[in-house]
């Protein structure tokens, strides 16, 4: 049996402090008590001697966040698991919502294709598509609200399959994954950036064309078209672009 003294205690560490802890709490059989000045304990004296100012103090028992370390450690790494992205969304979700922004340089020399409407400009935007911006901010907003790679990943520019193709097969490419996880359109918001041309005489042709291609009803299909106020690329007719927003509903 060993008597610990109260006199002459000094400051201890936080490592000197755990060499004890991990002792008493890997050793059971080893019991602590306190005895008003003196305390008595029935293990060896080797022990820290950072050990008494803590015996004194408080009947040893292992700290909560000790005690229960493993079971956090346990929920943290399901939580972990169950955090992953999977290839499909989630069977409870009753309803998913995405985003989805493009934009593209406007050149000479190249059609200006929008919603898959061919619209009478002097330029046109470079792509390795159709450059159609507003199709593609669609098709990446119905993926990110799948949970899915975006645009760029799934048909991506350096693939010489892709050269010059209609964005109309992206746009039935993610309607089909979007079937197939078992969603349908509940309703979509696009917003085209551009200061020329005028959208005006073509935004219902270019909404009808879409809805066809989403196999949407005109109800739940908006477009709206926005100048730049003649700043930066956008407001220069140096460049055109599109943000998108879906609502997924389960079927």
């Not at 000197?16 to 005895?35: D, K």
């Not at 477009?223 to 930066?232: C, F, I, N, Q, R």
Request: hydrophobic share 35%.
């Amino acid at each position: 049996m060993c008597f610990l003294s109260t006199k002459n205690l000094k400051p201890v560490s936080s490592e000197a402090m755990s060499s004890s802890l991990s002792f008493i709490f890997n050793n059971p059989s080893a019991t602590i008590h306190r005895s008003g000045q003196r305390s008595h304990c029935s293990f060896a004296t080797s022990l820290s001697p950072a050990l008494p100012t803590l015996l004194l103090r408080q009947t040893v028992k292992p700290p909560p966040n000790l005690r229960h370390s493993a079971k956090v450690s346990a929920v943290l790494a399901r939580q972990e698991t169950s955090s992953r992205p999977s290839s499909s969304p989630h069977p409870s979700l009753p309803f998913r919502i995405g985003h989805g922004f493009d934009l593209h340089r406007l050149e000479p020399g190249y059609p200006l294709i929008i919603g898959g409407v061919n619209i009478p400009h002097d330029r046109g935007c470079e792509a390795h598509s159709d450059g159609d911006v507003l199709l593609h901010c669609v098709v990446d907003a119905i993926l990110g609200a799948l949970g899915l790679p975006d645009i760029g990943q799934i048909f991506p520019d350096n693939d010489p399959k892709w050269k010059g193709a209609a964005s109309s097969l992206f746009i039935k490419e993610a309607v089909r994954l979007m079937d197939e996880a078992g969603y349908e359109l509940g309703n979509l918001d696009a917003t085209l950036i551009l200061q020329k041309p005028k959208l005006s005489p073509h935004k219902e042709t270019i909404r009808a064309n879409l809805c066809q291609l989403l196999g949407a009803d005109p109800s739940v299909v908006n477009l709206k078209a926005k100048t730049h106020e003649k700043v930066d690329s956008l407001g220069e007719n140096r460049s055109i672009a599109a943000h998108t927003v879906v609502l997924l509903m389960r079927k």
